[in-house]
């Protein structure tokens, strides 16, 4: 019981830090929701000015409806300035940002940010893994900073 509260605890706490951007549907369900492609907005939570837009499938359905259908391993990122980047502490070279429950138990969409020193730029990496197996599938996009501010790296 305690496992699956704190899995319940973990999923929404994430989920808070997610913004919805919409979604188009892909397949029509005639018993509960058609299966989606999804866009959301993940602020990252060390760099002021930066945001990923990630989208993925989300599996419709009965078992998509009763949250127990896992969603496909395939995931594209692209991550933009939006604002003035801000870094008020130095960034390890390489940190999971963000990671969402795709499944019930066993599927996970991360995304990791890694710092490009020789050309002053993020990188942010999406994909996913199981509990066994991961995917190969996965997204790279890059945030050049200006030279005139240097990230700070541990």
Known sequence: MRFFLLMLVSFVSFAAR?????????VFKLIGPDHKIIV?????????GVTCYVSRAKTGGISGALGIAEDKAEASIA?????LISIPKALPLQEEVFNERLSLVFKKLRIVRMVDKQRNTLVYLTYSDRLIEGSPK???????VDRANVIPVR
């Open 18 to 26: 997610a913004e919805s951007i919409g979604s188009v549907d892909t």
């Open 79 to 83: 991550c933009r300035q939006v604002g």
């Open 138 to 144: 996965n997204s790279v996009t890059a945030v050049p």
């Open 40 to 48: 959301d907005a993940y602020d990252d939570p060390k760099v002021g």
